[in-house]
């Protein structure tokens, strides 16, 4: 939805659900608490690796759209802030 909005022309962009598997981890998912599993696709990575994983597509993601989008203004509204650096 994020890039949706972009090539819609939208000049600024607020966003919440980009948080990182940190709060699965605890449980602490949005629509099913509790609920404490990842995607499949982690397989039987360590929580360690799953969050190295998350952090480097984050960035891929953000350095695509920043590319794209130089001058959309980014602001993420939930947690997670250090999957979103790169739009600080």
């Known amino acids: 939805m994020i890039l949706f909005a972009s090539f819609l ?3 600024e962009i607020d966003f ?8 699965i981890f605890q449980g602490d998912h949005a629509f099913q ?6 995607p ?3 397989g039987t990575l360590s929580q360690q ?3 190295e994983n998350w952090k480097r597509q984050s960035d ?13 203004k980014y602001t993420n509204l939930g947690g997670g802030d ?3 650096e790169k739009i600080r």
């Open 60 to 72: 891929y993601f953000w350095d695509y759209t920043l590319k794209l989008f130089p001058n959309v």
């Open 40 to 42: 499949s696709s982690y």
């Open 49 to 51: 690796r799953v969050i």
């Open 33 to 38: 608490p509790g609920k404490t599993t990842l």
């Open 9 to 11: 022309g939208a000049k």
């Open 16 to 23: 919440v659900g980009f948080d990182g598997p940190e709060a």
């Open 82 to 84: 250090h999957y979103h």
